[in-house]
């Protein structure tokens, strides 16, 4: 009766909200609709064959819807200045994207596996898990990070029901979805890593009974975006090929500085895992000279070059920016930019770190070591 009296004398207004809130309503189901399409057709979805993804041989095309969940970001690091100044720009460029459209981005945790907190406990969420017991990595500090996802995975409790593997020296450049369709993980294909021209040694770990070593697949561990469920049980394989590759000498010789990603692609093969190969799931300057749509830029390479704007790889340049150049701690604010004519890849990389370093506080803090 009241609301009848009222709805009468306040009919036109009312009315006009209704308009208003069905117009909205409309315009946003239709952005909705373009935007999925768009990600649709980015995402190779659309029924047109896309080189930039790579979908496994023996993927199930039931499986194969789009996995619009969020997903975990784990970094594994150490405590040593050189890990922790990445880790924070790392985290800078996280928090910047994760709410980002398109993004599935969820929570994030550093897996500290130097077994004590450090100064980064309140800036970074951080999870302290063991090193391997002392002797064992044979100075191979990344053979510890099996056992740091062993760890994690086992005491942590996570929310997300996917977890990204990440490493210190990513940024994040775009918003990152859910790459993993179901229950098929997604990986970027490395061009250096070849299952198939190592066979003799690969089939130490892989029995012929197994089947062929082209199911290897040509990734390491990160990035990768996987189901947790599948995760915690190639983690302890992970943890015991990477160990046992490290012991066969033949193997340790063959594999050198990659036998840690070789021994995550051996473990999942093992568990019968293969991966989507997403090109476009990182860049690598300087190889890579644009951002383009890709997500996550991998600064493992040094960026060496001429004034004039020419690459010197392997040779020290007039300009460059190399990780290793900073070793013992964090490089100074406000880098300065390359010369004209050096890659969009490479610009856009030194302006990301200089505006990841320009807005942490005490960016050049003194390490409390
Ligand atoms: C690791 O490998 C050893 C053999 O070298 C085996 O006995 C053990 O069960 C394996 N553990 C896991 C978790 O796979
Ligand atoms: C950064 O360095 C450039 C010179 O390379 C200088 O012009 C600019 O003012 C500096 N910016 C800041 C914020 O210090």
Same mark, same amino acid.
């Given at each position: ?129 063991? *090193?391997? *017991? ?24 996570? @929310? ?24 098929? *993980? ?73 036998? @840690? ?109």
């Amino acid at each position: 009766m009241i609301g009848r009296k009222n709805m009468g004398r306040a009919s036109p207004v009312f009315l006009v909200l209704l308009a208003l809130g069905f117009f909205f309503a409309t315009y946003n189901l239709l952005t909705m609709i373009i935007h999925n399409r768009e990600k649709a057709v980015a995402d190779g979805l659309d029924g047109v064959p896309d080189p930039i993804i790579q979908m496994p041989g023996n993927a199930n095309t039931k499986t194969t819807v789009r996995t619009k969940v969020p997903f975990h970001v784990a970094l594994t690091a150490t405590d040593a200045p050189y890990s922790k100044w990445q880790c924070r720009i790392m985290y800078y460029w996280y928090k910047k994207v994760k709410d980002l459209p398109g993004s599935d981005m969820g929570g994030f945790t550093r897996v500290l596996h130097s077994g004590k907190s450090d100064d980064l406990m309140d800036e970074i969420p951080t999870f302290v898990v063991d *090193p391997l *017991p002392a002797g064992l990595d044979r100075g191979y500090i990344v053979l510890n990070r099996p056992w740091a996802f062993v760890q994690w995975l086992e005491k942590a409790s996570i @929310e997300e029901e996917y977890i990204l593997m990440a490493e210190p020296d990513h940024v994040f450049v775009n918003p990152l979805p859910n790459l993993a369709l179901g229950g098929l *993980p997604a990986g970027f294909p490395f061009f250096y890593i070849k299952p198939a021209q190592h066979e003799k040694i690969i089939r130490k770990f892989y029995p012929e009974e197994k089947g062929p070593v082209t199911d290897i697949d040509p990734i390491g561990n990160s990035p990768v975006i996987i189901k947790k469920s599948l995760l915690e049980q190639i983690a302890p394989t992970w943890m015991n090929v990477s160990l046992r590759m490290k012991d066969d000498q033949e193997t340790d010789k063959a594999f050198g500085w990659v036998l @840690e990603m070789y021994a995550y692609a051996v473990a999942s093969a093992l568990h019968g895992v293969q991966h989507i190969l997403r090109k476009d799931f990182m860049l690598q300057p300087p190889w890579d000279l644009e951002v383009g749509k890709k997500f996550i830029i991998h600064y493992t390479y040094g960026c060496d070059y001429n004034l004039k704007g020419e690459l010197t790889y392997g040779k020290i340049g007039e300009w460059r920016f190399d990780k290793r150049s900073f070793l013992r701690g964090p490089p100074p604010r406000n880098l300065s930019l390359p010369p004209p004519g050096v890659p969009e890849s490479v610009v856009t990389l030194v302006k990301k770190v200089n505006e990841a370093t320009a807005n942490i506080p005490d960016w050049e803090k003194e390490e409390k070591e």
